[in-house]
């Protein structure tokens, strides 16, 4: 009887898959028609664009898993084109909250007593509703601390399970496509899926925050928010409530723009150079500014660890970046990728250093460092070349801190705020694995 009910669901599930399918494929069609009029012409980008935009209409009405999952998908350049990603960005935040009593079964089974033996207060409205979770304000029985309460939402990992299944098939069916297979479709859609899983089990998260709180210890200005370890699962965490304000409520709160653009930089390359632990799922929505020039920093379920190789490699490849050295990133960039065939490397290399004259020397405000990344990893598309996942998540924490330095403060200088990072880093790993420093 399960494994019928198992069957029926799957049934189920694809079909409402090919319905919006289908929904997307007409999206596409009529999209691409009306911007292929108004540019006078079909060509590559017009044809991504307008599947960029009938993708995201289907994830939204797929629900919260494929919601997730295209956000996941917005975050890796290099194994989705850039013109889709633009789109995949925009993936609604907000989402309709699931009722009140369903928290408060979830709340009580996994604590195993009624709500209010652990809260005096607990507010029925979300103060935030996401694909994943939602988050209440409470205040604790014992002591009164206001804190924080993240439910997850009750049928998401049943549906992420299903719909993993789901995907799966349909990439194994893509792959057979020899255009399609070089994009290894199976082995994107289970990178996709595992950083999904990873953001739906709390007790990851958990140990994250953790793992965090120890490595700033000694940076005040750095903040996680504590954890309430008795009430924390794999569905629930409950943790301080820190109440900052966003990028664009800066002046309204007193705090100089200035001072905490520095130190998300600052905060980025400890994490990279020197940590070897990155939070993997920066975005504006997970960065809080608190009084005093503090930041406040969230979701911490997708991480990212670096051994000292990576972070070598890493330091490398910034350090090329930052001067200019087009030459040397195009052979660094060569030796890091897994190639799927011959390519033209003096054709690849004459990119790479045109790439990387575009933005030398020129002040972070005048540069789209989303443009540039895609840019950067488009070159990796066209000559088959496919990073590792690792970096390719610190190319993008790193855009997202260096685009936010940017709002903030346009002045910044990026280079001297990582350069000591960036020597510490090479200097660290090189001591600690020597074979490594003749790459």
């Not at 017009?46 to 898993?65: F, H, N, P, S, Y």
């Not at 989705?80 to 909250?97: D, F, K, Y």
């Not at 569905?235 to 820190?242: E, G, I, K, S």
């Not at 540039?372 to 790193?398: C, E, K, P, W």
């Amino acid at each position: 009887m399960k494994r019928l009910f198992s069957v029926v669901r799957i049934a189920v599930r694809s079909l409402q898959m090919i319905t919006w399918g289908s929904y997307g494929a007409a999206a596409f069609i009529y999209i691409m028609s009306v911007e292929a009029i108004r540019a006078r012409g079909l060509n590559r980008h017009v044809a991504l664009d307008a599947a960029g935009r009938a993708i995201r209409k289907t994830v939204e009405r797929l629900g919260a898993t494929f919601i997730k999952l295209g956000q996941v998908a917005s975050t890796r350049p290099d194994l989705v084109p850039s013109e889709i990603i633009a789109h995949l960005v925009r993936l609604q935040e907000e989402v309709p909250p699931f009722p009140y009593e369903q928290v408060r079964r979830i709340v009580e089974e996994d604590f195993g007593a009624p709500l209010e033996r652990w809260f005096s207060e607990f507010e029925r409205r979300p103060l935030a509703a996401a694909s994943v979770a939602q988050v209440h304000r409470a205040r604790l029985a014992e002591g009164g601390e206001a804190v924080a309460v993240k439910v997850r939402r009750p049928t998401i990992a049943a549906w992420a399970q299903l719909d993993e299944s789901i995907a799966l098939g349909i990439a194994h069916l893509l792959q057979l496509f020899p255009t399609l297979h070089l994009l290894s479709p199976v082995h994107a859609v289970r990178q996709f899926c595992a950083a999904v899983n990873k953001q739906l089990d709390f007790r990851i998260e958990a140990a994250n925050n953790l793992r965090f709180r120890e490595n700033f210890k000694s940076e005040p200005e750095v903040v996680f928010p504590r954890l309430v370890r008795r009430l924390c699962s794999e569905r629930v965490l409950t943790m301080d409530l820190l109440e900052g304000v966003r990028d664009t409520e800066l002046a309204a709160a007193g705090i100089d723009p200035r001072q905490v653009a520095a130190l998300g930089i600052k905060v980025f390359c400890k994490m990279a150079f020197i940590d070897g632990f990155v939070h993997a799922d920066l975005h504006p929505g997970n960065i809080r500014f608190l009084r005093g020039g503090r930041i406040a920093l969230f979701d911490l379920g997708l991480t990212a660890e670096l051994s000292h190789e990576d972070r070598l490699m890493f330091a490398q490849t910034m350090y090329y970046m930052a001067n200019g050295m087009g030459r040397e990133l195009a052979r660094h960039m060569f030796e890091l990728c897994r190639r799927l065939g011959p390519i033209d490397y003096p054709a690849y290399e004459a990119e790479m250093i045109e790439y990387l004259r575009r933005f030398t020397n020129r002040p972070l405000g005048e540069i789209e460092m989303a443009s540039a990344i895609g840019s950067f990893f488009d070159i990796f598309r066209r000559y088959r070349m496919r990073l590792d996942g690792r970096f390719t998540v610190l190319n993008i924490s790193f855009v997202v801190v260096e685009g936010l330095g940017k709002k903030l403060d346009p002045t910044l200088d990026v280079t001297a705020q990582a350069r000591p990072f960036l020597e510490a880093a090479v200097i660290e790993a090189l001591a600690a694995a020597p074979g490594i420093g003749g790459r």
